[in-house]
């Protein structure tokens, strides 16, 4: 008995056009095998789903089975000749299995006499075979190429949108309820302290869901949708970003405020006063992070928090887990003794504070002149590229590339120019009120939520470290006076 291998293959288009599939294929291959006296020892399928390094893996599969079992096998059988291989270099090795191995090449409706004549009229097929999937492939590229310089997305639509179709084209428009998911993951994480673990239990606390299919949203769901310039009017092709006709979902000071923060690494562990690199192990100088705990009885569910080193199951690490409790009666100590009860020593402790504010103001207007000078410079190379691009003296790719990058480096240094416009200021003031606060802290820290105690902590103390189940902070100036308890008579002025 005759023993051959088959290679079936096919995609949708070609299915479609055609009319014929991979069961087609199959049942005319098993048919003349039978009809030859033979059956199909080993039988290869390249589907429509299959991609390029797939479909490589099944021929060089073919390949290399042939070469082994060249003795003991009859022939190759394809249903038609550009089956066997889409390109030339492919079909020159099939060539080679029957110079060299022996393995006769036989296409079932398409077939040939092994003579030159009959390899002549294969190299034919297979050559025009060759130019159609080029040609093909050029008129894709030329299409999704025509298709950005429209705005329109190359492919399935982002979510927040949905593609239609528009007098026989494929458009986008707003799909409303993933939209306003959107929107609000733009809106969490630019303006309220949460990381991406902490936001993704925020939405679920909303009762907002992804998908039907998929409910719950995930950090790399929500970190994919948080970079995702599509939201701010823009596609992408080949690696760039061009301008977009979809609506925008996303103010572009929302988003690069989000950039801002993804690109600072700002990290407020799960809304924990005492987490997110805010404190350093005493014992090994790792950040120290927290947990929470719930425990679950008859009368309810209680939380507990309790922070420990990030390192701390390390070999001969001390294993302490401090609760937040006992860290915030240690922060109300500290500030119960920068309590100052002298009315005389406030006003020059206020005045020393202003004095300072004064240092710090001179300070940021240098760094403005700084980054308005950068701005400006910035401005001058995106006018230049433009003339550039104008004299076509640059492709299309790489002004886009260009024009990008200068626009987010412009965005971000304005967005730098607005927070050091406030920052100083917000500081002085709260500055104040911190010293305020500090003289009647221990009636009102309870009560402060996450972001205030956050705050207040990062304006008084320099840096942190827990020291066993010790918090040891050292304190700004002036609050170290403060704390140490202050002697007029070593002043001098404003000066501490």
């Known amino acids: 008995m005759k023993r ?10 070609e299915q479609e056009r055609e009319g014929f599939s991979l069961a087609v294929q199959e049942d005319a291959l098993r048919r003349y095998a039978a009809n030859a006296g033979g059956e199909i020892v080993r039988f290869l399928r390249i589907a429509e789903t299959a991609s390029k390094s797939d479909e490589r893996k099944t021929f060089r599969e073919l390949i290399a089975y042939a070469k082994k079992h060249a003795e003991e096998l009859d022939g190759l059988l394809f249903y038609k000749i550009d089956r066997a291989s889409r ?54 590229k030329e299409g999704l ?45 630019a303006y309220e302290p949460l990381t991406l673990d902490a936001l993704r239990d925020r939405l679920h606390a909303e009762g907002r869901t992804y998908r039907s299919d998929a409910p719950r949203f995930t950090r790399s769901k929500l970190h994919a949708m948080l970079t995702d310039r599509a939201y701010i009017g823009e596609i992408p092709f080949k690696g760039q970003w061009y301008p977009g006709k979809q609506t925008p979902l996303i103010e572009r000071e929302t988003w690069d405020r989000v950039q801002a923060l993804l690109g600072g690494h700002v990290y407020h562990a799960h809304q924990m006063t005492f987490a997110g690199e805010f404190m350093a192990c005493g ?10 705990v719930i425990k679950r009885s008859k009368s309810g569910e209680r939380r507990y928090v309790y922070y420990r080193c990030s390192g701390y199951t390390a070999p001969r690490h001390p294993r302490v887990r401090v609760p937040e409790p006992e860290l915030d009666r240690q922060v109300l100590e500290l500030f119960g003794r920068m309590k100052v009860e002298d009315p005389e020593v406030r006003d020059w402790f206020r005045m020393v504070l202003a004095s ?48 990008t990058e200068l626009r987010d480096r412009l965005a971000s240094i304005k967005l730098q120019l607005d927070v050091l416009d406030r920052s100083h200021d917000e500081t002085a003031e709260l500055a104040a009120k911190v010293f305020e606060l500090s003289q009647t802290l221990q009636n009102t820290w309870e009560n402060a939520d996450y972001a205030t105690k956050r705050r207040i902590l990062e304006i008084v103390c320099l840096n942190c470290t827990l020291d066993g189940a010790s918090l040891c902070p050292t304190i700004r100036k002036p609050f170290d006076m403060l704390a140490e308890g202050l002697d007029l008579s070593k002043s001098r002025g404003d000066w501490i």
Not at 361 to 370: C, L, M, P, T
């Open 283 to 292: 014992h090994c100088g790792r950040a120290v992070t927290g947990e929470q």
């Open 4 to 13: 051959f291998v088959a290679l079936a293959r096919v995609s949708s288009r």
């Open 356 to 403: 300072q504010t004064r240092d710090a103001q001179k300070d940021s207007r240098a760094q403005r002149e700084e980054l308005t000078r950068q701005a400006s410079l910035l401005v001058a190379q995106q006018d230049r590229l433009l003339n550039l691009r104008i004299a076509d003296d640059v492709d299309q790719e790489t002004f886009a590339r260009k024009h």
């Open 87 to 140: 390109n030339l270099f492919d079909y020159v090795e099939l060539e080679r299995l029957e110079s060299e191995y022996g393995l006769a090449f036989i296409s079932v409706s398409q077939p040939t006499e092994n003579n030159p004549a009959g390899r002549m009229m294969r190299r034919t097929l297979a050559n025009m075979a060759s130019f159609y999937t080029e040609q093909q492939s050029l008129d894709v």
């Open 145 to 189: 190429a025509r298709r950005v310089q429209e705005g329109w997305f190359v492919g399935k639509a982002p979510y927040g949108y949905r593609n239609v179709r528009r007098e026989g084209r494929c458009a986008t428009e707003v799909d409303s309820p993933s939209a306003e998911n959107v929107k609000r993951v733009f809106h969490l994480y």
